[in-house]
C-alpha cells in the first residue's frame, strides 16, 4: 500500500491508522524459552495530506547501538512526525541481541543473512518473514543504519548498489562525506528490499557497543534531508541549527584491508576520513615485551574510511580500511 493510497485507512500488524494520526504499536511474534513475550515496538506517525511512507530501521544487529540512538532522537525529537505522508521507526529491530548486547538472534543466526525469511524457518527468519511481509509492503523508500562490526570503526557513509540510481541520489542528499558502491550481501535487508522495488539508504557509522555524538549528528541530519527531498517536511531551520555543512561526497567504487604483517599491539597514526598517499604511515605494531615496533604503511592511496580499533592484533587481521584512488 503506497502513497497513493495514504488518503484511505490502512492497517498495520490489525492496527488501524487514519489521516494525521500516530501510534506505537507492537510486533509480537515470538517468546523466549521462559515464556516471556518479545515486543518490538513500531512507531508509526502519518500526516494529514497524501505523499511518500518512509521506513527507518535501526538495531537489526542488536550491538550497533549508535543507529538505535539516531532512530530513537529522530522520534524524541518528532522529526518522526510528516507534514506529508508517512514514516514508520523501528529503533530496534533485533530486541533479541539487543537485550542481549549481541549481534545475532538468539538461534545464533545473523538476522541480516535470512530475509526475506520464510514462516517455518528458524526463529530468525520466522521474524525476517514479518518484517518483510506486514511492514515494508507500506514503504516505498527506507534507511537503514548499521555500524561497523566490534572493533572496527565505521567513518560516517552511505551504501549503494551500483546501477540504482534513484538510491544513489538519495545517498547524495543524505550528505556524508562517503559513499561506497557494494555488492548486495545475500539474504540481506537491503538485497531484499532491492528486490520489491524499494529504494534503500544504508547507513554506516561508528562501531557497536559505542556511542558517537558526531556519528549520531550524521544520522539525524542525513534523514532530514532526505525526508525533505522526498518532500515530507522542511527542516531547514533545524538543520540550520544543527550547524551540518555537506560537501559533495566522495564516490567510492574500490576499497581494500591493509592488513597486519605482524602480531602484537596495533598503534593507529592515521584519522578516519583522511586522505593518504602510498607509503605514508598509518600506525605501528609491536610486541608487548618492546623487542620490535614495526611501522604499518599505505600500499596505495586513498581515503580511509574504517580503522579497526582494537589493540591486539594477529598476522593478516584486518586494521585499517583504505578507498583506492583512480589512477
Same mark, same amino acid.
Given at each position: 500500500?503506497?502513497?497513493?493510497?495514504?488518503? +484511505?485507512?490502512?492497517?498495520?500488524?490489525?492496527?488501524?491508522?487514519?489521516?494525521?494520526?500516530?501510534?506505537?504499536?507492537?510486533?509480537?511474534?515470538? +517468546?523466549?524459552?521462559?515464556?516471556?513475550?518479545?515486543?518490538?515496538?513500531?512507531?508509526?506517525?502519518?500526516?494529514?495530506?497524501?505523499?511518500?511512507?518512509?521506513?527507518?530501521?535501526?538495531?537489526?544487529?542488536?550491538?550497533?547501538?549508535?543507529?538505535?540512538?539516531?532512530?530513537?532522537?529522530?522520534?524524541?525529537?518528532?522529526?518522526? +512526525?510528516?507534514?506529508?505522508?508517512?514514516?514508520?521507526?523501528?529503533?530496534?529491530?533485533?530486541?533479541?541481541?539487543?537485550?542481549?548486547? @549481541?549481534?545475532?538472534?538468539?538461534?545464533?543466526?545473523?538476522?541480516?543473512?535470512?530475509?526475506?525469511? @520464510?514462516?517455518?524457518?528458524?526463529?530468525?527468519?520466522?521474524?525476517?518473514?514479518?518484517?518483510?511481509?506486514?511492514?515494508?509492503?507500506?514503504?516505498?523508500?527506507?534507511?537503514?543504519?548499521?555500524?561497523?562490526?566490534?572493533?572496527?570503526?565505521?567513518?560516517?557513509?552511505?551504501?549503494?548498489?551500483?546501477?540504482?540510481?534513484?538510491?544513489?541520489?538519495?545517498?547524495?542528499?543524505?550528505?556524508?562525506?562517503?559513499?561506497?558502491?557494494? +555488492?548486495?550481501?545475500?539474504?540481506?535487508?537491503?538485497?531484499?528490499?532491492?528486490?520489491?522495488?524499494?529504494?534503500?539508504?544504508?547507513?554506516?557509522?561508528?562501531?557497536?557497543?559505542?556511542?558517537?555524538?558526531?556519528?549520531?549528528?550524521?544520522?539525524?541530519?542525513?534523514?532530514?534531508?532526505?525526508?525533505?527531498?522526498?518532500?515530507?517536511?522542511?527542516?531547514?531551520?533545524?538543520?540550520?541549527?544543527?550547524?551540518?555543512?555537506?560537501?559533495?561526497?566522495?564516490?567510492?567504487?574500490?576499497?581494500?584491508?591493509?592488513?597486519?604483517?605482524?602480531?602484537?599491539?596495533?598503534?593507529?597514526?592515521?584519522?578516519?576520513?583522511?586522505?593518504?598517499?602510498?607509503?605514508?604511515?598509518?600506525?605501528?605494531?609491536?610486541?608487548?615485551?618492546?623487542?620490535?615496533?614495526?611501522?604499518?604503511?599505505?600500499?596505495?592511496?586513498?581515503?580511509?574510511?574504517?580503522?579497526?580499533?582494537?589493540?591486539?592484533?594477529?598476522?593478516?587481521?584486518?586494521?585499517?580500511?583504505?578507498?583506492?584512488?583512480?589512477?
Amino acid at each position: 500500500m503506497l502513497s497513493g493510497m495514504l488518503n +484511505k485507512e490502512i492497517e498495520i500488524l490489525g492496527r488501524a491508522i487514519s489521516n494525521g494520526k500516530g501510534m506505537q504499536i507492537n510486533l509480537d511474534i515470538a +517468546k523466549l524459552h521462559t515464556r516471556t513475550k518479545i515486543e518490538v515496538p513500531i512507531i508509526v506517525e502519518r500526516a494529514k495530506v497524501d505523499g511518500p511512507t518512509l521506513l527507518i530501521t535501526g538495531g537489526i544487529h542488536g550491538n550497533e547501538v549508535n543507529g538505535i540512538e539516531i532512530v530513537r532522537q529522530l522520534v524524541a525529537k518528532g522529526y518522526n +512526525k510528516p507534514e506529508r505522508g508517512m514514516v514508520i521507526c523501528i529503533p530496534v529491530v533485533n530486541i533479541f541481541g539487543f537485550l542481549n548486547k @549481541s549481534r545475532e538472534f538468539p538461534d545464533g543466526r545473523d538476522l541480516n543473512r535470512v530475509f526475506p525469511g @520464510s514462516l517455518r524457518g528458524s526463529l530468525a527468519s520466522r521474524f525476517a518473514y514479518h518484517i518483510i511481509k506486514e511492514i515494508t509492503p507500506l514503504a516505498e523508500y527506507c534507511i537503514d543504519y548499521h555500524t561497523g562490526g566490534d572493533s572496527r570503526f565505521n567513518v560516517p557513509q552511505i551504501r549503494v548498489s551500483e546501477g540504482d540510481t534513484e538510491s544513489m541520489k538519495l545517498a547524495e542528499v543524505f550528505g556524508c562525506p562517503f559513499i561506497l558502491q557494494s +555488492k548486495n550481501k545475500e539474504k540481506s535487508f537491503r538485497q531484499t528490499l532491492r528486490k520489491l522495488g524499494k529504494k534503500v539508504v544504508l547507513f554506516e557509522g561508528g562501531k557497536t557497543l559505542f556511542l558517537d555524538d558526531d556519528v549520531t549528528k550524521a544520522g539525524v541530519s542525513g534523514a532530514l534531508r532526505v525526508m525533505q527531498h522526498l518532500g515530507m517536511r522542511d527542516f531547514t531551520n533545524e538543520l540550520d541549527g544543527m550547524d551540518t555543512h555537506t560537501t559533495r561526497p566522495n564516490l567510492i567504487q574500490h576499497s581494500s584491508w591493509i592488513r597486519a604483517k605482524y602480531s602484537g599491539m596495533f598503534h593507529s597514526h592515521t584519522q578516519l576520513g583522511a586522505h593518504i598517499t602510498k607509503g605514508d604511515v598509518l600506525g605501528s605494531i609491536s610486541d608487548p615485551f618492546g623487542d620490535f615496533e614495526k611501522p604499518v604503511k599505505a600500499t596505495y592511496s586513498g581515503y580511509v574510511i574504517c580503522i579497526n580499533q582494537y589493540p591486539i592484533v594477529n598476522q593478516g587481521d584486518a586494521i585499517v580500511h583504505m578507498s583506492k584512488d583512480i589512477v
